[in-house]
């Protein structure tokens, strides 16, 4: 099961940051914070993943809270084409079994409007 | 360029037909994963190749096989594709295996497939 919870939908103006929280009260000290997106009728896209400290890439940023407990996604211009559903996926550091699969929860509907 | 690409975009096939799906990478990475994905689902993962072993998922049905002959290359069989095997089928890449938990996967753009 999905260690994380999104609100299942979100819009945004373009231009605007989009700002995408994610819940994940129960994450280890050794699991990782990743985002994908899906645009429709396409194949998942990675975005950015992190641990502890916060990251930016030429896509978007992570902001981690000091518990981990939560983090929130920004795309600082959004624009039509940032239309998606976003994942936030918790996965482990670790070899055994299944743990370090990416394990898709039910994502955050972003719709950026003109 | 494409890195992983999935052909047909579109597959049809009949209930009970056997149906091979295809995906090829160019980015020499050692693992490849198949995805199923429902209509409005995220998407689940039924296995994946690390270089030659192969890893099951526990809940993946044996109607799902799976044949890797090359780096390159990997297969999707559904024996006797059901009107609920019907869904966006995803193949995706990384470099390290699953687990290591910094890899990045690489999607390709899915195979939709219809039972008919």
């Known amino acids: 099961d999905a260690k994380t919870t999104q609100p299942p939908s979100m819009d945004c103006a373009e231009g605007r940051a989009a700002n995408l929280p994610c819940n994940h009260s129960?994450?280890?000290?050794?699991?990782?914070v990743y985002w994908y997106r899906q645009i429709h009728s396409q194949g998942p896209q990675y975005i950015i993943h992190?641990?502890?400290n916060n990251e930016t890439n030429e896509m978007a940023s992570l902001i981690i809270t000091e518990d981990r407990k939560s983090s929130t996604l920004i795309l600082p211009h959004a624009t039509l084409r940032d239309t998606a559903v976003y994942y936030c996926?918790?996965?482990?550091?670790?070899?055994?079994?299944?743990?370090?699969?990416?394990?898709f929860g039910k994502g955050t509907k972003l719709s950026v409007k003109p | 360029d494409a890195m992983v690409i999935q052909n047909p975009r579109y597959q049809v096939t009949q209930f009970g037909k056997p149906v091979t799906l295809s995906c090829s990478q160019t980015?020499?990475?050692?693992?490849m994963y198949w995805y199923q994905q429902k209509s409005s689902q995220a998407p689940k993962l039924l296995f994946h190749?690390?270089?030659?072993?192969?890893?099951n998922e526990a809940d993946t049905p044996d109607n799902f096989q799976s044949r890797r002959p090359n780096t390159s290359f990997c297969f999707l069989d559904i024996r006797s594709p059901g009107l609920g095997d019907a869904a966006m089928y995803l193949c995706?890449?990384?470099?390290?295996?699953?687990?290591?938990?910094?890899?990045?996967?690489?999607f390709g753009p899915g195979t939709r497939l219809l039972v008919l």
């Open positions: 995706a890449t990384s470099r390290d295996p699953p687990g290591m938990g910094r890899e990045t996967q690489y």
């Open positions: 190749y690390y270089d030659k072993d192969f890893n």
């Open positions: 980015l020499n990475h050692n693992v």
């Open positions: 992190g641990l502890k």
């Open positions: 129960t994450i280890s000290g050794n699991e990782y």
């Open positions: 996926i918790v996965r482990v550091a670790s070899t055994r079994g299944s743990q370090g699969n990416l394990i």
